[in-house]
């Protein structure tokens, strides 16, 4: 084995036994040895996706809006892969999203039905069953907690007074904003949920597009300032 494959298996060892707190030696020259490996290039490589956040076109934004829809709706835009929360007088908060991923997309309009704080987890049954085929055993219920699926907030998503399975929640998992992961619910960065959730109230109206923003909405992107403002 050459010595630079030898040096990768050496690294991506290291720093998986690092980031996982799985490393059995405390000793002095085994922490000198990760902490030089920690420097190197190649350790970098190794690196979870938990350290990474998402790309910065899905920081929260407040943007120039144009909609018919009353303030205080939710337009979740999946094509886009943002979340809008209509202000009124031309303005709404831009709010990157994860969606649902290919075969578990969705659309149409809901309400928020009910609301919780660091929110218990109980997968669906099917999702247990599809992720057992896969060698996956996920839990019947999972208390709430920072290493929750359903993040630091939920909004439960009702049709007809009746729960659709499909949430607004946090992720401990932040590098998925902006992309198709999920199971068909909205997840967005805890600190994001938590600043919708306090904006959103049970009832409010939630419109779901999977074709883009034809003619529900036109994003304007943020408001430009200048010297003398405006």
């Not at 996982?20 to 030089?36: D, I, K, M, N, Q």
């Not at 919780?116 to 999972?142: F, K």
């Not at 109206?205 to 405006?230: C, E, H, M, R, W």
Request: glycine share 14%; proline share 6%.
């Amino acid at each position: 084995m050459k010595l630079s494959a030898t040096r990768s298996l050496l690294v991506a060892g290291a720093a998986f036994a690092v980031l996982t707190g799985t490393l059995l030696s405390t000793t002095a020259p085994a922490e000198a040895f990760v902490r030089s490996l920690q420097a190197s290039p190649e350790f970098q490589e190794y690196r979870p996706p938990a350290a990474r956040g998402p790309a910065a076109e899905f920081v929260r934004t407040q943007v120039r809006f144009e909609t018919s829809e009353r303030p205080g709706t939710i337009i979740v835009d999946t094509a886009s892969k943002y979340l809008y929360f209509v202000e009124g007088n031309g303005m709404a908060t831009r709010y990157g999203v994860g969606v649902g991923k290919e075969g578990f997309g969705w659309s149409g309009t809901v309400n928020i039905g009910r609301k919780a704080e660091w929110p218990g987890w109980t997968p669906p049954a099917s999702m247990r069953e599809r992720e057992r085929a896969r060698g996956i055993i996920l839990p019947a219920y999972m208390e709430g907690g920072p290493n929750n699926p359903l993040g630091a907030r939920a909004m439960y998503l009702y049709r007809g007074g009746r729960d659709t399975i499909y949430r607004i929640h946090g992720t401990n998992q932040p590098w998925t904003i902006g992309q198709n992961m999920s199971s068909g619910c909205i997840r967005m960065m805890n600190d994001d949920v938590a600043h919708l959730y306090e904006r959103a109230g049970v009832g409010t109206k939630v419109i779901v597009t999977a074709t883009g923003a034809g003619n529900l909405y036109s994003d304007l992107g943020a408001p430009q300032t200048g010297i003398f403002g405006g």
